[in-house]
């Protein structure tokens, strides 16, 4: 009986925080929405990441890179068009999967990507993107970006890496 009791709280428990979850999104994506018409980008855009780290879902990352575009961020712009893409969280209406697809082609060649290879467990932090681990291929605005990185084994190290439009790749092999 106990633990029929313990397993309904932990569902009742789950279903609540999945609700908030779901309501701090909706939050934000009216909080990003206000911003956008006001035509404060940057706040847009921040407002539709927050609500897609809350609920992920194709149609905030396509506002999300919308409103970086306004901002004047492209790297932000594909990097967020990339996930409206990925489709591996939802499918994107067939007009916007056009109109995404069409601004990535248009921001791409604008911008470039560092390319780290390294064993799995590498965490790499570089500009706005924050602990990704390796593989990975970031978009970064052309210029130099000051790497960090943290091995598996707890070990951290930096470097400097100019970023050109195209790819720049770093070895974890090679610098580790």
Known sequence: MWAACAILA??????????????AASELFRAG????EAGDYGASARAFEEAY?????SATAYNAA??????????????ALERTLAGDVDVLEAAMRTDAEALLARLRPTIGYLVVDGPPGVSVDVS?????VTPVRLALRPGRHLVRWRGADG?????????VRGAVRLD???VG
Do not use: Y
């Open 10 to 23: 932990c569902v009742a428990l789950t279903a609540s925080t999945v609700q908030g979850q779901r309501d």
């Open 33 to 36: 929405q206000a911003a956008f």
């Open 53 to 57: 780290r809350a609920e992920p879902s």
């Open 66 to 79: 919308l409103a970086w575009e306004r901002a004047s961020e492209p790297a932000r712009a594909v990097d």
């Open 128 to 132: 706005f993107h924050r602990t990704r």
């Open 155 to 163: 070990r951290a190290d930096e470097r400097f890496v100019e970023i």
């Open 172 to 174: 974890f092999g090679a």
